[in-house]
């Protein structure tokens, strides 16, 4: 994402910031997309919610950029989206991010445009506008949305979870199988969202799918970044 802009002005995003100062950037960015972005007053809590997603998925930006997958960090974005559209009461915002996220997709996939660590955090920046603007404060709708996230917020603790140091799939088939994976995760955690009746419901069952992501995904991929 960087790599458009000129030298003087990528060469501090390019650079790799301390991690807490990558943590503190992102939960001020978090913030400011759910109170001042968003603009949706019901949602205080939100604003804490979009405060640490950001935050964190700053502090292992540069991990996930790195992750090899079909379609790179946009696809998971896309296939959150997609969770999303299926997840939240106001989808019409959705359709648009949809589109453009596509374009990212396509611009991985023929080798126009690398995904870096800001790229991560972008993707998660606008996602976490489409969860604080769609959801119209019902809970379980939120807790939804934010699982949606998945390997977009969750891929740098993937690598460390216990489990055995080669992935059970092919080398040559393993991108495509961790966008896959991702997808399917993502997207049935989503249209949950749609028909759970609670939070406590609806977090459960989220803690579940995420488990069962993170679990099958270190499979896969094994010990490698």
């Known amino acids: ?21 990558r943590a503190v950037v992102g939960v001020v960015l978090g913030w400011f997309v759910a109170a001042w972005v968003a603009d949706v007053p019901y949602s205080r809590w939100g604003n804490v ?3 640490v997603t950001l935050g964190v998925t700053a502090l292992g930006a540069p991990v996930t950029a790195r992750v090899r997958t079909l379609g790179g960090p946009p696809a998971w974005g896309l296939a959150s989206a ?5 997840g939240v009461p106001e989808t019409n915002h959705i359709l648009g991010l949809g589109a453009g996220l596509g374009v990212l997709v396509l611009a991985e996939l023929t080798g126009r445009c690398r ?10 920046g606008v996602l976490v506008w489409a969860i604080t603007f769609g959801t119209g404060g019902r809970g379980p709708a939120a807790v939804a949305g934010y699982a949606t996230l998945g390997l977009l ?5 993937v690598p460390r979870l216990p489990g055995p140091r080669r992935g059970l799939v092919p080398a040559a088939t393993r991108p495509a199988v961790l966008t ?10 989503g249209r949950r ?9 609806m977090a459960v069952i989220a803690a579940l799918g995420w488990v069962a992501l993170l679990v099958v995904a270190r499979l896969v991929n094994g010990v490698r970044p």
């Open 115 to 124: 995904g870096d660590a800001l790229t991560v955090v972008a993707l998660a």
């Open 193 to 201: 969202g749609a028909t759970a009746s609670s939070v406590a419901e």
């Open 153 to 157: 917020v969750s891929w740098p603790v």
């Open 49 to 51: 919610a979009a405060a």
């Open 180 to 189: 896959a994976v991702d997808a399917v995760a993502v997207v049935l955690i």
């Open 1 to 21: 994402m960087t790599a458009v802009l000129p030298d003087r002005w990528r060469r501090p995003f390019a650079s790799d910031w301390p991690p807490v100062i």
């Open 82 to 86: 997609i969770g999303l559209y299926l």
